[in-house]
């Protein structure tokens, strides 16, 4: 059992902050907080679930300016941890991390993407492809369809299903970023990797040729009516419910819908193609990957930051490493995670984080939020049908003042 090593006063509270893990995440959380308080007399964990858009946005800021500021928070490897870190809010984990209580939980390829400056200031949990086409393979064999390795597969599915009566794409982006994550990513394999990074970083405008031929494809998605008409009028939920009800041949979405279908439909047959290749002559590896690594950062100003690390690696222990697979259907990134009997499609979502393929990172984790909310609001104009690729670029440089 973890106990804090560092002298410690009595009755202390270790303040922890996250968007909600999901009901079975918490039990687990939750487990841990009793655990740790039972190793170390006199603190007491106090955990802070919110709503994830609200943690994102402006509850985190919230909580890490006001009086009782987190001592352990959840964050997003990326743009946003690197912030975190240069506006004081993120302690140097390198010595904890290299040599200290959370050495030798992770393998070294994973600390590049946890560091900033060559800091290490995020401590893993979990992965996520953020975005894989899921597909209904009794829909599809039934229309004689293959699952689509090419743009130009995809189209012709769309095309197909239409006929049959089918919604071919189903998707819930009254939020945005459940078509905009998908969307993006199709950008980026049409710009290439580094003008995708550039411009999400601020460096350029959307508007250039570039971008109007990744949004003249967004275009095409809509022209070939590959999604439900209430696309930018339901929520992620809905959208989702159309696939696991059989309404949907597809599903573009993150690595959690798994677990989610077989607790929605455990009788529905389906599988995952990453995002097929574009037409030829696009700039990206057309084998990236979209997806990001999340976890725990210790805040800085924190009065307890050797508690901290150790209460991260007991989330991190191989004992509640498996409780997050098995439980709460979580991948995390510690090495003891290879030791779990998980989906095999889940496996195989893991596996595609760890190819080599690039990995772009989601506009709204990766970048500045308000920006990606931006782009997402151009992509749903041009997918909805409400605006040319090149009206929706120049009004997105427009809005962002560039």
């Not at 084998?287 to 924190?302: F, L």
Request: charged share 20%; proline share 5%.
């Amino acid at each position: 059992m973890v106990g804090a090593t560092g002298a410690m006063a009595q009755d202390t509270t270790l303040r922890v902050a996250m968007g909600s893990p999901g009901a079975a995440g918490i039990e687990v959380f939750d487990q841990i907080k009793a655990d740790f308080e039972a190793a170390n007399p006199g603190v007491e964990v106090e955990m802070n679930y919110q709503d994830d858009d609200l943690y994102q946005t402006i509850g985190l800021p919230n909580l890490l300016s006001g009086r009782n500021a987190p001592d352990v928070y959840f964050e997003w490897a990326g743009a946003r941890m690197a912030q975190r870190y240069a506006d004081g809010y993120g302690a140097d984990l390198t010595e904890a991390m290299t040599s200290g209580p959370l050495a030798g939980i992770y393998d070294d390829g994973v600390l590049p993407a946890v560091s900033t400056d060559g800091v290490v200031v995020l401590v893993p949990h979990t992965a996520d492809v953020t975005n894989v086409m899921f597909y209904n393979t009794d829909i599809f064999e039934a229309n004689d369809i293959a699952p689509p390795s090419t743009w130009e597969e995809l189209l012709a599915a769309c095309d197909t299903l239409n006929e049959a009566g089918i919604i071919p794409i189903a998707s819930g982006n009254k939020d945005l970023w459940a078509a905009g994550n998908w969307l993006s990513h199709i950008a980026s394999r049409v710009i290439g990797e580094d003008v995708y990074d550039a411009t999400l970083a601020g460096e350029g405008k959307f508007s250039t040729p570039e971008w109007e031929e990744a949004f003249g494809y967004i275009a095409e998605l809509a022209e070939h009516g590959c999604v439900n008409e209430s696309v930018n009028a339901v929520d992620d939920n809905a959208g989702a419910q159309l696939f696991f009800q059989e309404q949907a041949a597809m599903h573009p979405i993150g690595s959690w819908l798994v677990s989610w279908a077989i607790d929605e439909n455990p009788d529905l047959d389906f599988d995952f193609v990453n995002l097929p290749a574009m037409p030829e002559g696009s700039a990206g590896n057309q084998d990236s990957v979209i997806g990001v690594a999340t976890g725990h950062m210790v805040n800085a100003n924190s009065e307890n930051i050797d508690l901290a690390i150790e209460y991260l690696a007991l989330v991190n222990s191989p004992e509640f490493v498996l409780s997050f697979i098995n439980d709460a259907e979580l991948s995390p990134l510690a090495e003891s995670a290879a030791a779990a009997d998980m989906d095999e499609r889940s496996a195989r979502l893991s596996d595609l984080l760890k190819a080599g393929a690039p990995v772009v990172l989601p506009p709204d984790t990766g970048y500045d939020v308000e920006m990606a909310l931006q782009l997402y609001e151009a992509e749903a104009a041009v997918l909805g049908g409400q605006a040319t690729p090149a009206e929706a670029l120049a009004t997105l440089d427009e809005r962002l003042g560039r």
